[in-house]
């Protein structure tokens, strides 16, 4: 008899499987479904070029496994995470497949990226050079984050320098 009133109590909630946060959800799915296979198979092929010498320099030293990672195979690393990142970034303002066969925009507008807006308008709407106008800020917007992406992943260590040698000129 307690069973039946506890499960009177709780309402059931139904899916509501036309939401937009569905549709994002499904996409994201699939898009990390595509990318993360190259992306791991891109650093597992960077990480066998790492010379072991430098990882047995440095248990000898005395490090843990962390300190090991941090400072020995991330440093190694970072040109390929610079390219996967990179790569991701790209990839992620240009995903143009998954939304045309999977919800053509979604629901409410949801799903629309920059690449299916640009096809949207060129080839659906008519607009040709609203179209061709889109592209190109989509160009710009990539090449405005990868130059960011750039600037921070850049070498500190020749900075470093260049300012010692600069203040102990200076003196």
């Known amino acids: ?24 959800v499904g996409l994201v799915i699939v898009y990390v479904a595509q990318t993360i296979p190259v992306s791991i198979y ?3 092929t960077y990480l066998t070029t790492i010379p072991v010498s430098i990882e047995e320099a440095a248990m000898v030293d005395g490090t843990t496994s962390w300190q090991r990672f941090r400072a020995v195979t991330l440093p190694a690393l970072k040109p390929t995470l610079f390219l996967v990142l990179t790569l991701g970034l790209i990839g992620t303002w240009q995903v143009f497949d998954s939304i045309y066969i999977m919800s053509q925009g979604g629901p409410a507008k949801s799903t629309l990226t920059p690449a299916f807006l640009s096809y949207q308008t060129s080839f659906q709407n008519g607009k040709w ?6 592209a190109f800020i989509l160009f710009a917007i990539i090449v405005i984050f990868s130059l960011v992406q750039r600037f921070v992943m850049r070498d500190r260590t020749k900075l470093a320098r260049r300012r010692r040698i600069a203040t102990w000129e200076g003196k």
Do not use: H, S
């Not at 050079?129 to 889109?134: E, K, R, T, V």
């Open 1 to 24: 008899m307690a069973g039946a009133i506890v499960e009177t109590a709780r309402p059931r909630r139904r899916i509501d499987w036309a939401q937009p946060l569905v549709y994002l």
């Open 42 to 44: 891109m650093l597992r």
């Open 129 to 134: 050079g609203q179209g061709a106008a889109i």
